[in-house]
């Protein structure tokens, strides 16, 4: 069975890791070098990475004027939080999913 706290900090670690592929593109962005394609860029924060992606929004000020990090960063935390919660009462309840 999979701990919490593993998972918690294992989703704490991709997060992070998310935020500072925010931070990685915009200073690539700066130096006029090869880019993090927005594509890989969206599918890390919908893969439990939207905190990590809305953060490094804010922090870096970068993607902000696209409308679809604009609106889609704070879907994908809620959509985030809608699997988290999902899995967690599938794993609490012991749903046979697969």
Known sequence: MFSLKVF?????IWNC????????????ARLHRWRIPEASLLFMGAALGGIGLYSGMK????????????????????????LL???????????NLF
């Open 17 to 28: 890791y998310v935020f500072i592929a925010m931070g990685r593109d915009k200073r690539r």
């Open 59 to 82: 922090v870096f000020h970068h993607k902000t004027a696209h409308s679809k990090f604009v609106i889609g960063a704070p879907l994908l935390i809620l959509l985030n939080l809608l």
């Open 8 to 12: 918690l900090v294992v989703y704490v």
């Open 85 to 95: 919660g999902f899995f967690y009462y599938a794993g609490h309840y012991r749903l």
